[in-house]
Antibody
């Protein structure tokens, strides 16, 4: 079964750092763009970041630019999100999602990992 | 800042038809924004319904259809069923690898 599994969430103080991981299985990871999307419980989906298949091109929402870094290791079938200078407003469930080439959309989603930024 | 607007809530009768829309604060939505649609029930991950304006994702029943209506993207549910009750989100590609989700629509089937 095609699957994405996120991990790395947890409780962190404001100003702290956290690294999320997303492990892909049962598909050729290197053939797909990948995204991170977040959601405050009870609120809407927010796009966070995207990385192209070979990792050479990345993009970010303005709210995280300069603080978050997306990366991938195709040999390990793993997507990452390095989050620095965390703020209370970064508290959310973080989903990774797969994007087929030229679809400009997501077709497979992970189950999410929760990040809580609080003192 | 770009805002993608959706109706906050809509209701539909079982077997009825409802159309959700997805508008753009800076102008018109077109196929060049590659509109996609997702639905989500509480506590679950989103699931993909439509991509590239009107292409159904694998396994999505044909009662879901996507289109451009006027200056907005649209998702139409025809023959609504009880388990279509969900939150629905559109997403637009704004170019340069930037994406924006809509504000979401809560659909009630009653």
């Amino acid at each position: 079964e095609v699957q994405l599994v996120e991990s790395g969430g947890g409780l962190v103080q404001p100003g702290g750092s956290l690294r999320l991981s997303c492990v892909a299985s049962e598909f050729t990871f290197s053939n797909y763009l990948m995204h991170w999307v977040r959601q405050v419980p009870g609120k809407g989906l927010v796009w966070v970041s995207r990385i192209k298949r070979d990792g050479t091109s990345v993009s970010y929402a303005d709210s995280v630019k300069g603080r978050f870094t997306i990366s991938r290791d195709n040999a390990k079938n793993t997507l990452y999100l390095e989050m620095n200078s965390l703020r209370v407003e970064d508290t959310a469930v973080y989903y990774c999602a797969r994007s087929p080439p030229n679809s400009y959309s997501m077709d497979v989603w992970g189950q999410g990992t929760t990040v809580t930024v609080s003192s | 800042q770009t805002v993608v607007t959706q109706e906050p809530s809509l209701s539909v009768s079982p077997g009825g038809t409802v159309t959700l829309t997805c508008g753009l604060s800076t102008g018109s939505v077109s196929t060049s924004h590659y509109p996609s649609w997702y639905h989500q029930t509480p506590g679950r991950a989103p699931r993909t319904l439509i991509f590239s304006t009107n292409t159904r994702s694998s396994g999505v029943p044909d009662r879901f259809s996507g289109s451009i209506l006027g200056n907005k993207a649209a998702l139409t549910i025809t023959g609504a069923q009880a388990d279509d009750e969900s939150d629905y989100y559109c997403m637009l590609c704004m170019g340069s690898g930037i994406y924006v989700f809509g504000t979401g629509t809560k659909v009630t089937v009653l």
